[in-house]
């Protein structure tokens, strides 16, 4: 006998319920392979640029002397005043080389476009007069 207030009322069953769950749990693990697959390296690399460029238009701003980010092969160097201040290192080498300088007003000049190989923002652009890298 059902209480009064449930009459004719219908649920979900648990079969239903742990099927639905198993085909959402399936939709999931291809969407994640998808994900997995993507090359990590490039993505590393690209993001390891743009906060690089980012670190020495900063570091420009706080000062009256000129700071520079260099790639060259596998690695990138900090300059300030030409004089090399840090380094950094790529995973791969599918940065392309360039020299971007940024001034005591953090505008840069040099290498305005880096290309990252496999990188799916690429290229990192640098945003003329203000040194904006998005």
Known sequence: MRPQGFAGQ???????LIVVLVM???FASIATSNVITSN?????DGEILKSSLRYAR??????ILPWSFQVA???GTFQRNNVVMKTVDFATNGVAAGTT???????PTGTMSYAVTEYPASPV???PQTGFVP
């Open 73 to 75: 092969g596998q690695s």
């Open 58 to 63: 900063t570091r420009a701003l706080a000062d």
């Open 24 to 26: 959402v749990g399936i």
């Open 101 to 107: 300088t940024f001034d005591n007003r953090g505008q």
């Open 10 to 16: 219908k649920g979900f069953t648990l079969l239903e």
């Open 40 to 44: 990590f390296s490039a993505y590393s």
């Open 125 to 127: 652009v640098i945003t």
